[in-house]
């Protein structure tokens, strides 16, 4: 049931896979097996459009559908009594001038099932808002998500804006998206770089201390 759940959901069939979710749910199946799962699925869509296979349209859907099983998924993670321990803090965004937001939403997504506290503030962040977010949530960890070229400079500029803040020295600055490396990561001053949602959970638990 497990792989054909990813499959299902890497092929975008919506039907099958709420169905399949609340199945599984009546199953009395773990519901962070199933949001696992999810998260296994939309590595494939990720692949599928990195490979020319998928383009925008699917990807947008593919956002759209993880939504409506998180959605559906999220009740049982507290009503069956498993504890989702909020560990800490972390503001994310894309940055100015970019609005792609599945590679953010799916960061969302694993941050909150893994116990964080997400401040999510969308697509096109200006340099302030990221600024004030960091000031009004004294969050330690904050993630810089961007999918084009143009990116890399927002990118450095929000980060220098936090130096001229002086609240550079507190957060740690994790860097993601399609064209992201170690040396964009060091053009734009940031601490690291994340290849997929789980390295950004890693990276997270690593700098709070839970890991």
Do not use: C
Request: hydrophobic share 45%.
């Amino acid at each position: 049931m497990s792989e054909d759940f990813v499959n299902l959901l890497a092929d975008l069939k919506e039907d099958e896979v709420l169905k399949l979710v609340k199945q599984r749910l009546d199953a009395k199946e773990d519901p962070l097996k199933i949001l696992e799962d999810a998260r296994k699925g939309m590595e494939i869509v990720g692949k599928r459009f990195a490979g020319g296979e998928y383009f925008l349209p699917e990807l947008v859907f593919s956002g759209e559908l993880l939504a409506q099983v998180t959605n559906i998924v999220k009740p049982h993670l507290t009503g069956s009594g498993v504890q989702v321990k909020k560990i800490g803090k972390v503001v994310i965004g894309t940055v100015a001038g970019d609005i792609h937001d599945i590679g953010l939403n799916i960061v969302d997504f694993m941050l909150d099932v893994n116990g964080f506290e997400v401040t999510n503030l969308g697509v096109d962040v200006p340099v302030e808002k990221f600024v004030k977010a960091m000031k009004d949530t004294k969050a330690p960890v904050l993630g810089l998500s961007g999918f084009l070229t143009p990116a890399f400079d927002a990118m450095k500029e929000t980060v220098e804006a936090l130096e001229k803040a002086g609240l550079r020295k507190d957060i740690k600055i994790m860097i993601g998206g399609g064209q992201m490396d170690d040396e964009v990561r060091k053009y734009a001053k940031a601490d690291a770089f994340g290849k997929d949602a789980m390295a950004a959970v890693t990276l997270s638990q690593k700098w709070i201390g839970t890991k």
